[in-house]
Nanobody, 121 residues
């Protein structure tokens, strides 16, 4: 199994910054794509950023130019730097990875427990 632990959420004023981290641990053979999703109250979960194993990153239009995703493959960790935060960024943020626990095993999709980000004055 692969466990994901997120950290870095909290309360921040509009215009502020936060950096989320998500570390994968457990029986990891390989991790492919790493992603950040978010879910606001009463809304569907949405993809915020996706980072390939090679480091190519794509973003939701709503966060382009403000959020930056990155990863450290040696540490099996993915990051989300969030700048110029807006109240509408308030949500629970989840990391998600595609991983294998053995060379000839199947790919699985693993989720973190979520971390709350609240943007409010």
């Amino acid at each position: 199994q692969v466990q994901l632990v997120e950290s870095g959420g909290g309360l921040v004023q509009p215009g502020g910054s936060l950096r989320l981290s998500c570390a994968a641990s457990g029986s990891i053979f390989r991790i492919a794509a790493m992603r950040w999703f978010r879910q606001a109250p009463g809304k569907q979960r949405e993809l915020v950023a996706a980072i390939t194993s090679g480091g190519t990153t794509t973003y939701a239009d709503s966060v382009k130019g403000r959020f930056t995703g990155s990863r450290d493959n040696a540490k099996n960790t993915v990051y989300l730097q969030m700048n110029s935060l807006k109240p509408e960024d308030t949500a629970v943020y989840y990391c998600n990875v595609d991983g294998k626990t053995e060379p000839f095993g199947v790919w699985g999709s693993y989720w973190g427990q979520g971390t709350q980000v609240t943007v409010s004055s």
